[in-house]
């Protein structure tokens, strides 16, 4: 590895190279050589912020779309007749339908850019919500048009998360990614605040089916404005043309997926991912249930809204953090193992002091201290997917969300077995702890910040050198180029001969 000392002083690291003069290789592929890919141009600090907010809301949309059905599921279980394994059965179609979407929308936002996938999927599940009660009245077998609505609904919001790590990478630097994907994940505790509180509140007012007809209607009026205002009005429609062509991001081969799962740092993330998921959908499906059981006296609002309104502020405050360590000049890596360490390794005394027997406000407390700092994922494993592989960090965190949420669905399930089994919490509780320590020292032992996305095809080189920030900044990413033909680089002192 080359390295660059300017008065006497080292450079963080960075992978950059130098172009040829001569005209490009245009031999593509099949002549053995890649051409350099199209350089992204990043947002504008006002830009990104205004995308900031539009993302936050869809997000929060997302989750009010999302908790519509449980929120009614008691009340339609009265007006149809359902079972509790039939209620069960149309809100478990949700998550199965969440997980086969997942890399195929990280692929296709890759391809064509997130936000197109975004907007149209947003218009699409929006419409859904809005026609479920139109469905469930339409259909002679409520429970069959709910289950299949629950799982397309599944279907259309898989691709939220993938899009919006793929659009990140793409238009937002490595110092402001942080903020960005925290601010817009703590959309997910806004959205769930605001369907519990005024879901709720619809629901005594004016019965079951208003909450799904304003839900529905504000997420297409979202994406609307998104169309009409961000994209300018540009046509979202999706051509099979640009999936063909890989659109402004390079194609990645069946060589490059298989280079790509052997580095170390790629299943750092994944396992991480998979073990913070399918915590927080064992904590989130169980909470409920353990404070109802365990504190019958205890009002239902106070446990069901505080560990949300410690998550939000929680959650923007990891993210300013991770963003401001970054621009001190902080190591990529070194952040990202330390918000990762918050999220899973702090987190998890909370969790194991609920093993315990606590008072009521005592375990208000470890919750919402839990939850809250489970946040600092969002400025963590979230955001190293698109440290290692921007090119295709759609995909990839595609794959992440897919692992995870089996394994959540997995993890909540057990955990069940476990409460029957055992007769105690405790058990679900150490379970949580061990499981969140495992991917902590995985990230921790593994985690990278550096590009593992990068081609090594014969006749392709990359210099990895220490630079000077001012004079990487201005470098095209991803830089993969030829060296000058008749000369080769000097892995000694980074100069050509």
């Given at each position: 590895?080359?390295?660059?000392?300017?008065?006497?002083?080292s450079y963080?690291?960075?992978?950059?190279?130098?172009?040829?003069?001569?005209p490009?290789?245009?031999?593509?592929?099949?002549?053995?050589?890649?051409?350099?890919p199209?350089?992204h141009?990043?947002?504008?600090?006002?830009?990104?912020?205004?995308?900031?907010?539009?993302?936050?809301?869809g997000?929060?949309?997302?989750?009010?779309?999302?908790?519509?059905?449980?929120?009614?599921?008691?009340?339609?279980?009265e007006?149809?007749?359902?079972?509790?394994?039939?209620s069960?059965?149309?809100?478990?179609?949700?998550?199965?339908?969440?997980?086969?979407?997942?890399?195929?929308?990280?692929?296709?936002?890759?391809?064509?850019?997130?936000?197109?996938?975004?907007?149209?999927?947003?218009?699409?599940?929006?419409?859904?919500?809005?026609?479920?009660?139109?469905?469930?009245?339409?259909?002679?077998?409520?429970?069959?048009?709910?289950?299949?609505?629950r799982?397309?609904?599944?279907?259309l919001q898989?691709?939220?998360?993938?899009?919006?790590?793929?659009?990140?990478?793409?238009?937002?630097?490595?110092?402001?990614?942080?903020?960005?994907?925290?601010?817009?994940?703590s959309?997910?505790?806004?959205?769930?605040?605001?369907?519990?509180?005024?879901?709720?509140?619809?629901l005594?007012?004016?019965?079951?089916?208003?909450?799904?007809?304003?839900?529905?209607?504000?997420?297409?009026?979202?994406?609307?404005?998104?169309?009409?205002?961000?994209?300018?009005?540009?046509?979202?429609?999706?051509?099979l043309?640009?999936?063909?062509?890989g659109?402004?991001?390079?194609?990645?081969?069946?060589?490059?997926?298989?280079?790509?799962?052997?580095?170390?740092?790629?299943?750092?993330?994944?396992?991480?991912?998979?073990c913070?998921?399918?915590?927080?959908?064992?904590?989130?499906?169980?909470?409920?249930?353990?404070?109802?059981?365990?504190?019958?006296?205890?009002?239902?609002?106070?446990?069901?809204?505080?560990?949300?309104?410690?998550?939000?502020?929680?959650?923007?405050?990891?993210?300013?953090?991770?963003?401001?360590?970054?621009?001190?000049?902080?190591?990529?890596?070194?952040?990202?193992?330390?918000?990762?360490?918050?999220?899973?390794?702090?987190?998890?005394?909370?969790?194991?002091?609920?093993c315990?027997?606590?008072?009521?406000?005592?375990?208000?407390?470890?919750?919402?201290?839990?939850?809250?700092?489970?946040?600092?994922?969002?400025?963590?494993?979230?955001?190293?997917?698109?440290?290692?592989?921007?090119?295709?960090?759609?995909?990839?965190?595609?794959?992440?969300?897919?692992?995870?949420?089996?394994?959540?669905v997995?993890?909540?399930?057990?955990?069940?077995y476990?409460?029957e089994?055992?007769?105690?919490?405790?058990?679900?509780?150490?379970?949580?702890?061990?499981?969140?320590?495992?991917?902590?020292?995985?990230?921790?032992?593994f985690?990278?910040?550096?590009?593992?996305?990068?081609?090594?095809?014969?006749?392709?080189?990359?210099?990895?050198?220490?630079?000077?920030?001012?004079?990487?900044?201005?470098?095209?990413r991803?830089?993969?180029?030829?060296?000058?033909?008749?000369?080769?680089?000097?892995?000694?002192?980074?100069?050509?001969?």
């Amino acid at each position: 590895m080359a390295v660059i000392q300017k008065h006497g002083k080292s450079y963080s690291p960075d992978l950059v190279c130098l172009k040829e003069n001569h005209p490009p290789d245009k031999t593509g592929v099949a002549g053995g050589h890649k051409k350099c890919p199209e350089h992204h141009t990043n947002w504008s600090r006002p830009v990104a912020r205004v995308w900031t907010v539009v993302l936050l809301l869809g997000t929060c949309l997302l989750y009010c779309a999302r908790v519509a059905m449980p929120i009614c599921a008691v009340s339609m279980a009265e007006k149809f007749n359902w079972t509790k394994r039939e209620s069960g059965m149309v809100l478990g179609s949700f998550f199965w339908g969440y997980c086969f979407t997942q890399v195929f929308g990280g692929y296709v936002s890759d391809r064509v850019g997130g936000e197109k996938v975004l907007l149209l999927a947003a218009a699409a599940w929006g419409s859904m919500t809005a026609f479920t009660p139109i469905l469930a009245h339409l259909c002679s077998q409520p429970i069959l048009s709910m289950t299949l609505a629950r799982f397309l609904m599944g279907l259309l919001q898989g691709v939220h998360y993938p899009s919006l790590a793929s659009l990140c990478s793409q238009k937002v630097v490595e110092s402001e990614r942080g903020f960005l994907m925290s601010t817009v994940g703590s959309g997910s505790y806004l959205g769930t605040l605001l369907i519990g509180g005024a879901g709720s509140l619809m629901l005594d007012l004016y019965g079951w089916e208003s909450v799904f007809y304003i839900s529905g209607f504000m997420s297409v009026l979202w994406a609307y404005c998104m169309w009409k205002y961000l994209l300018k009005g540009e046509g979202p429609l999706i051509s099979l043309e640009s999936l063909g062509s890989g659109g402004s991001q390079s194609k990645l081969t069946k060589r490059h997926w298989l280079r790509l799962f052997k580095q170390r740092a790629v299943w750092a993330v994944i396992v991480t991912h998979l073990c913070t998921a399918s915590t927080y959908f064992t904590l989130l499906s169980w909470l409920p249930t353990f404070f109802k059981e365990s504190f019958p006296d205890a009002k239902g609002w106070v446990f069901n809204v505080i560990p949300w309104l410690v998550a939000i502020p929680s959650s923007l405050f990891s993210g300013c953090l991770s963003d401001h360590l970054i621009s001190q000049g902080v190591d990529t890596v070194s952040v990202r193992k330390l918000m990762q360490f918050f999220s899973m390794g702090v987190s998890s005394v909370f969790t194991f002091l609920l093993c315990g027997n606590t008072t009521f406000l005592w375990a208000v407390a470890f919750v919402s201290a839990t939850m809250g700092l489970t946040t600092f994922s969002h400025s963590g494993v979230s955001v190293n997917v698109q440290d290692l592989a921007p090119s295709c960090a759609g995909s990839l965190f595609g794959v992440m969300n897919t692992c995870g949420a089996f394994s959540g669905v997995i993890m909540v399930y057990f955990s069940g077995y476990l409460i029957e089994a055992t007769g105690s919490w405790a058990s679900v509780f150490a379970l949580i702890t061990t499981v969140n320590l495992l991917g902590l020292f995985t990230f921790l032992a593994f985690a990278e910040a550096r590009r593992v996305d990068i081609d090594s095809s014969p006749g392709a080189l990359v210099l990895q050198c220490f630079l000077p920030p001012s004079l990487v900044r201005t470098q095209p990413r991803p830089w993969l180029c030829l060296p000058p033909r008749g000369m080769q680089w000097n892995n000694d002192d980074g100069a050509t001969k």
